[in-house]
């Protein structure tokens, strides 16, 4: 028998990206915004990955005034608290903690069509 290289394929991590670590040495948290088609032209927007430290009440008072849209706070178990929005408020959510400072634009990722 001949011994070959054979390489055995690693297990591939579809999540490993939230472990990546930037230039300061902290890992990279990224703040998803996602869009959720609710029936016929209705949307929600959902905002998660905020920093647990912020006041989402405070954050979400502003964003309905900015945006004149109805909102609401959310609990989940796995997430965390989740930002919930009426209609599709993904480019102005983004704008808006970028500009408030919250997050930089690098770490905020968009989902969706």
């Known amino acids: 028998m001949v011994d070959s290289d054979i390489q055995i394929p690693t297990s591939f991590d579809p999540f490993a990206e939230a472990e990546i670590t930037d230039a300061t040495g902290s890992t990279k948290e990224y703040v998803h915004i996602r869009i959720q088609q609710r029936n016929g032209r209705k949307s929600l927007t959902t905002v998660q990955g905020l920093k647990k430290e912020l006041s989402y009440d405070k954050i979400l ?51 969706g069509f």
């Not at 970028?98 to 968009?110: L, P, S």
């Open 61 to 111: 008072k502003d964003l309905k005034k900015a945006f004149c849209c109805n909102g609401t706070v959310v609990n989940d178990k796995e997430l965390g608290k989740v930002i919930q929005l009426q209609g599709d408020q993904r480019k102005n959510v983004s704008t808006f903690i970028v500009q408030a400072g919250i997050v930089k634009k690098d770490q905020i990722k968009v989902h």
